[in-house]
């Protein structure tokens, strides 16, 4: 069997604490030395060219993702304006002495904002998060629309 040496504690970290402060520290790497630009000229600077340089810069490439942010979505043949309609009516009730949250409540329960929702989908209502996702009906619909049971 092989020999067991036993040291004590603190003499084999405070040896081993001797060492790692002999050790010299690496630099901290330098953020900015890793950016597209600063290698560029430091490439320059010393006179080497680069065969990467000949492909396609940043600025060639085509950006796949171009035109694919979503835009400002039709809902049922009109355009999506709800926030706007909501802030003007708001700051006509605010205008009108309402406070802002009496302007709220009052925009809630009025006749706008019916109109402007009783013609939209339940599919953009629940995209929309108007309603629930186990919603089938419109609750803002047309009364003549609704089903009788």
């Given at each position: 069997m092989g020999t067991i040496i036993f040291f004590p504690y603190s003499w084999v970290s405070s040896k081993v604490m001797e060492v790692m402060q002999k050790v010299a520290e690496p630099p901290a790497f330098a953020l900015k030395s890793q950016y597209v630009t600063t290698v560029k000229e430091a490439r320059a600077a010393a006179g080497v060219e680069d065969a990467a340089d000949d492909e396609e810069t940043p600025e060639d490439v085509k950006n796949?993702?171009?035109?694919?942010?979503?835009?400002?979505?039709?809902?049922?043949?009109?355009?999506?304006?709800?926030?706007?309609?909501?802030?003007?009516?708001?700051?006509?009730?605010?205008?009108?002495?309402?406070?802002?949250?009496a302007a709220m409540d009052k925009w809630d329960s009025s006749e706008e904002k019916r109109l402007y929702l009783c013609d939209v989908s339940v599919k953009e209502l629940k995209r929309r998060k108007f309603i629930p996702r186990d919603a089938t009906t419109n609750p803002w619909g047309k009364p003549w629309a609704k089903k009788s049971s």
């Open positions: 796949d993702n171009q035109g694919t942010k979503r835009k400002t979505r039709e809902s049922d043949g009109k355009e999506w304006n709800y926030a706007s309609v909501r802030k003007s009516f708001i700051q006509k009730e605010q205008q009108g002495g309402f406070t802002y949250k």
